[in-house]
């Protein structure tokens, strides 16, 4: 079975700074995407990069990046000199191949990140 | 940003009555989604639809139903809302592409007394 694991419950980053956020994932499937959406206090869940399982290049969006270390199953995100407008809820997700006929992404519980200025 | 809008963004009903939420692309995308979000449970897939006429079950489908008619729209209902269906409603679409990347509306949040 699928699952997508965020340890960090919550983190607290400074102005500027870079963070990581963690996401391991478990899965027996051999293509696969992972992904990470930000979900800030309006609620809304807005896409920020993905990676594909047979990728070699880590992923990059602006002053995002994901740090796929596909050995450990883990998709890091790193968002280099945060914002204050990047204080959010970080989730990170999974697909399983179109031929499983599951279309769903499985979830991780999120990170709830504050930056303070 | 992906074209994608959900109506109504808030909703107060009590149980018993029929709601149909509503979402809307503009991106012509193939696939769309309905999921729900809940504390402590994530996202959780209600049905999908892979075509005009074409949907199916996801893991949390009992209590709802749903249509597509037209490419760009597609409508959940709740035939009678009871309170465990209080929650957080995301519609996703997704081009096939081969990772299956979903983009996401704004949600609906519905509450039923």
């Known amino acids: 079975a699928q699952k997508i694991t965020q340890t960090q419950p919550g983190m607290f980053v400074q102005e500027k700074e870079a963070v990581t956020l963690d996401c391991t994932y478990d899965?027996?499937?051999?293509?696969?995407?992972l992904f990470w959406y930000k979900q800030p206090s309006s609620g809304e869940m807005i896409f920020l990069i993905y990676?594909?399982?047979?990728?070699?290049q880590n992923a990059t969006e602006g002053r995002y990046s994901l740090n796929f270390q596909k050995a450990r199953k883990s998709a890091n995100l790193v968002i280099s000199a945060s914002q204050l407008g990047d204080s959010a809820m970080y989730v990170c997700?999974?697909?399983?191949?179109?031929?499983?006929?599951?279309?769903?992404?499985?979830f991780g519980s999120g990170t709830r990140l504050q930056v303070q200025p | 940003d992906a074209g994608i809008t959900q109506s109504p963004r808030h909703k107060v009903t009590e149980t018993g009555t029929p709601v149909t939420l509503r979402c809307h692309q503009t991106?012509?995308?193939?696939?769309m989604y309905w999921y729900r979000q809940d504390p402590g449970h994530g996202l959780r897939l209600i049905h999908y639809?892979?075509?005009?006429?074409?949907?199916d079950k996801g893991e949390v489908s009992d209590g709802y139903s749903v249509s597509r008619s037209k490419t760009e729209d597609f409508l959940l209902t709740l035939e009678s809302a009871t309170s465990s269906q209080t929650s957080v409603y995301f519609c996703?679409?997704?081009?096939?592409?081969?990772?299956?990347?979903?983009?996401f509306g704004p949600g609906t949040r519905l509450t039923v007394l």
């Open positions: 996703a679409i997704s081009d096939g592409g081969r990772y299956n990347e979903q983009f």
């Open positions: 899965t027996s499937d051999q293509s696969y995407g």
């Open positions: 990676q594909g399982s047979y990728d070699e």
């Open positions: 997700a999974m697909s399983r191949p179109w031929s499983t006929g599951r279309r769903a992404l499985t």
């Open positions: 991106e012509n995308h193939r696939y």
């Open positions: 639809s892979y075509g005009v006429k074409d949907t």
